[in-house]
């Protein structure tokens, strides 16, 4: 009798060491599945929360993505942001360029943009409150609306800035129907102490015109680094 109970606790301590081990064996495969569905998660959807912030190119510029924020939507609900995209348009935009389209993954979005030269682009504008002076990127200056309106031409007006000084020409012309040749006159420009800066303009010896470019209008513009007239 006391060899038989001898083995049959040893055969119980058996069953008990398998069940440990069978334990243990169900619980590395529940772990090993979970860690396989983690790692099986899916990029289900990119959605664009921003867009760029700039959309307006000049020739020969490159495009922009500050700004975009893609997030991604994934199989079990989760959410991060996508970093890894890529853009169609790498290299100088030009004058046919409308369009950029953004992918990530499977899936693409596409964003609108509108590509212009130098002669396009005004960049500052003073104005006298009755007509205003559109001062583009190329240098050239246009006079728009009030009674200024037609008596300048693109090449008659001029404007520059190399990162310390702006300067200003426009034709005066000391009689109503003159002559063009050798009118071109710069202004003297006045800043008053909060950097707005005003001048004076005389045309065609009939109006009297007092400009006002505001400083606000020149912050982000005028900047050392920054060089007017623009060429392509």
């Known amino acids: 009798m006391k060899n038989l109970q001898i083995k049959h606790e ?4 058996l069953r008990t060491i398998l069940g440990v081990v069978l334990a243990a064996g169900m619980a590395l495969s529940m772990m090993a599945c979970g860690g396989g569905k983690e790692s099986a998660k899916t990029l289900s959807e990119v959605q664009m929360m921003t867009p760029v912030e700039k959309t307006t190119y000049l020739v020969g510029e490159t495009f922009d993505t500050t700004g975009l924020t893609l997030v991604g939507v994934y199989s079990d609900g989760s959410r991060s942001k996508v970093t890894d995209f890529s853009v169609d348009k790498t290299g100088p935009l030009t004058k046919e360029d409308t369009a950029v389209t953004i992918t990530a993954g499977d899936f693409t979005f596409t964003q609108e943009i509108k590509v212009i030269t130098p002669a396009e682009q005004v960049v500052m504008i003073p104005n006298n409150g009755v007509d205003t002076l559109e001062m583009f990127a190329d240098g050239h200056i246009a006079v728009v609306g009030g ?5 300048l031409e693109p090449d ?17 012309y000391t009689e109503p129907s003159g002559p063009k040749e050798d009118h071109k006159t710069e202004m003297e420009l006045h800043k008053n102490e909060v950097g707005d800066i005003t001048f004076e303009y005389d045309v065609r010896g009939r109006w009297h015109m007092n400009y006002l470019l505001p400083a606000s209008a020149m912050e982000g ?3 050392p680094e920054a060089r007017y007239p623009i060429t392509e």
């Open 147 to 151: 009674a200024g309106t037609g008596s």
């Open 10 to 13: 040893k055969k119980g301590v």
């Open 221 to 223: 513009v005028l900047t």
């Open 156 to 172: 008659e007006t001029y404007w520059s800035w190399d990162g310390e000084t702006l300067r200003i020409w426009l034709t005066v």
